[in-house]
């Protein structure tokens, strides 16, 4: 026959149960109060370079190519900024 369990190591598990219950509670409170980040400043090249993707997806949705892909292709220059995170940001709510 097992060997019953003290009164304090019972007491000392339901204290630590219900403290991460708590931060559980109180982590998903916080985040869901919380503001969302602040936007990244995107550079005038990725603004330039969205504003053209928008304007090809605009075009393409007035000639009633809605299923049509869009694909662009620049050179880069190895002292000018990668705009695939801004791309992704700007257009990953169209999925």
Known sequence: MSRPIPNSRRTWIVTWAVLCAAGIAATYGLNASSEPPPEKPVSAR???LIDDIEGQLAKN????????????????????????????????GDK
């Open 46 to 48: 990725c603004a330039a």
């Open 61 to 92: 949705e007035r000639e009633g190519h809605n299923d049509a892909v869009v694909t662009f292709s620049r050179i880069r220059n190895a002292d000018e900024d990668d705009c695939s995170d801004a791309l992704h940001e700007h257009f990953a």
